[in-house]
C-alpha cells in the first residue's frame, strides 16, 4: 500500500535517488512538448496555442483519477499523501502576480529549468530572478508575515469545501476538461497557425474524452470517501501491518516506521 | 532540425503518470520553485550565516546537520535539468538563444526576464509553490487552494498579456 515512503519502504537517501529519477522524467516530457521555448509557452495567453493548458489539464485530471481508483482499490492511502494547505488570500495574489511573471518572463519556475538546458539565455536570466526573488521575499518576511497565514483554512479538498463526494468533483473536473479542450481547439483554429498546431484523429480524441467522463462517471457513482472511510474503520491497524510485512524488502526495515514522518514542513514546492 | 513537438494531450498523460508515481512512491507530487528559494537561502548561509539564524524566513531551510541544498526538490529539480537536456539533445533543440518576438531587443527581453523571474520567485513562496508544485500537485489531488492558484495565474497572464505582446508576437 503506498505512499511506499510514508510506510518506510525506504529511507531518505533513497528517496533523493527517486526524486532524481521523477525530476528527469518530468524535464524529459515538458521538453518533448515544447516547453523550453518561452514564445510556445506564452503562445496560450494570445491564443494561439493552448499545449500550456492541455498538458497541465490532462495530467491533472489522469493523476487525480489515478490516485482515485488508487484509493478505492487499497492501494494508496490518500490520508497519508500530503495534501497542500489552503491560504486562500495568500494563493490568490500570488497566483496573480505568477501569472503577471509568467507572462512577463515567459516562463514558469520548471520551464526555466528546461529553457536553460537547451541554452536559453533568457531561462538562466529568469532562474537567476527567482533565486533573487525569493532572497527578496525572505527579507520582506516580517512584513508579509500577516498576510502569509491569512485565510488559512488547513488541509481542504474542493470536496470539503463545496460539501459534495470526491467522486463527483471528479466527474466535474473531467467534464470540464473535456469541454476545455474543445473551447480552445476551436479558438486555435481561430486565432494559431495552422500549420504548427498538433494534429490528432478526431475519432481518438473523441473516445479519450468519452473515457475519461466514464471514468469520472464511475467515480462518482463509487464514491471514493466512503469506500476510503469504510476501509479506515474497519482496519486502521491492518493497513499499517500491510506495509510493516513488506519491510524486509526495504535496507532499514529495522528503524521505527515513525521516523520517516519527519519531513513534513517542506513538503509543499 | 527543430524535430516537432509532442502531442500536449500525449504529454499530459505521460506527465499525470509520473506525477501519479511521485505520489504513490513519496506521498507527495512534483515542485521545484523551492529549490531556488533554498539555493538563496544556501547563499545567505554562505555569505551571512549569522543574518539567516533565529526567525528568518530561511531558517527553515538551515539546519546543522544537513546543507540546505540536500532537499528532495533540488534533486527533482537536478533531474529535471538532466531529462531536458537529454530530450533537447536528441532532436537537436540545445541552441544557445534569447527567446524573443521578432520585434523584441535582446537587452530589453532580458530585463524582462530577470523582472518575471523575481515576481514568480516571490509569488512562488507567497503561495507556497508553483506551477507544479500548487497547482499541477495540489489540483489533482483536489486541494482548495490550488484551484484558486491555478485560475488565479491564467487571471494574472491574461489581465497583463497585452502589455507584453511585442515581447513575443
Redesign the interface.
Known amino acids: 500500500m503506498g505512499p511506499l515512503y510514508k510506510f518506510g519502504w525506504f529511507d531518505f537517501a533513497y528517496s533523493l535517488q527517486i526524486a532524481g529519477l521523477i525530476g528527469f522524467f518530468f524535464g524529459f516530457v515538458l521538453e518533448r512538448a515544447g516547453f523550453g521555448d518561452a514564445r510556445k509557452l506564452t503562445a496560450i495567453f494570445y491564443l494561439r496555442d493552448f499545449a500550456v493548458l492541455k498538458v497541465m489539464f490532462t495530467a491533472i485530471v489522469v493523476c487525480m483519477i489515478g490516485l482515485l481508483y488508487f484509493s478505492v482499490f487499497g492501494w494508496i492511502d490518500l490520508s497519508r499523501v500530503y495534501i497542500l494547505p489552503t491560504y486562500i488570500w495568500p494563493q490568490t495574489v500570488g497566483g496573480l502576480v505568477m501569472g503577471v511573471g509568467f507572462v512577463m518572463g515567459g516562463y514558469c519556475p520548471t520551464t526555466s529549468v528546461v529553457a536553460t538546458v537547451s541554452a536559453k539565455l533568457d531561462g538562466l536570466v529568469f532562474i537567476g530572478g527567482m533565486i533573487l526573488g525569493s532572497f527578496i521575499f525572505a527579507e520582506l518576511f516580517p512584513l508579509l508575515k500577516g498576510f502569509y497565514e491569512a485565510g488559512s483554512m488547513g488541509a481542504v479538498r474542493l470536496s470539503d469545501v463545496l460539501k459534495i463526494n470526491a467522486g463527483l468533483i471528479a466527474l466535474f473536473v473531467c467534464l470540464m476538461a473535456v469541454g476545455a479542450y474543445w473551447v480552445v481547439e476551436k479558438v486555435e483554429q481561430r486565432f494559431g497557425d495552422r500549420g504548427t498546431l498538433p494534429g490528432g484523429s478526431r475519432r481518438i480524441k473523441g473516445a479519450a474524452a468519452a473515457l475519461l467522463i466514464v471514468l469520472g462517471l464511475i467515480l462518482a457513482i463509487v464514491n471514493p470517501d466512503r469506500i476510503a472511510a469504510k476501509r479506515a474503520t474497519a482496519s486502521p491497524v491492518e493497513a499499517v501491518k500491510k506495509g510493516e510485512a513488506t519491510e524486509p524488502i526495504a535496507p532499514k526495515a529495522e528503524k521505527p516506521a515513525s521516523i520517516h514522518f519527519k519531513i513534513v514542513e517542506d513538503e509543499g514546492c | 532540425m527543430n524535430v516537432r ?5 500525449v ?18 507530487g ?8 533554498r ?3 544556501a ?2 548561509d554562505l555569505t551571512a550565516p549569522q543574518h539567516a539564524e533565529e ?4 531558517s ?2 538551515l539546519s546543522k546537520k544537513r546543507s540546505p541544498l ?4 533540488v ?14 539533445f536528441i532532436s537537436h ?9 521578432p520585434l523584441m531587443g535582446v537587452s530589453s ?2 530585463w ?50 497585452y502589455f ?2 511585442k ?3
Open positions: 513537438y509532442a502531442n500536449p494531450y504529454i499530459g498523460v505521460l506527465l499525470g503518470f509520473i506525477l501519479l508515481f511521485s505520489f504513490y512512491t513519496m506521498g507527495r512534483v515542485g521545484s520553485s523551492e529549490t531556488f528559494s539555493i538563496a537561502a547563499g545567505v526567525g528568518h524566513y530561511f527553515k531551510y540536500m532537499a528532495w526538490l534533486f527533482l529539480t537536478l533531474g529535471a535539468g538532466l531529462g531536458g537536456l537529454f530530450s533537447a533543440r540545445i541552441k544557445g538563444e534569447v527567446v524573443r518576438g527581453r532580458l524582462l526576464a530577470l523582472l518575471g523571474g523575481i515576481l514568480s520567485g516571490f509569488a512562488a513562496r507567497l503561495a507556497r509553490g508553483c506551477t507544479s508544485g500548487q497547482a499541477l500537485t495540489g489540483a489533482s489531488e483536489l486541494a482548495f487552494g490550488s484551484w484558486v492558484f491555478m485560475f488565479s495565474i491564467f487571471a494574472g497572464a491574461y489581465a497583463t498579456a507584453f505582446r515581447e513575443w508576437l
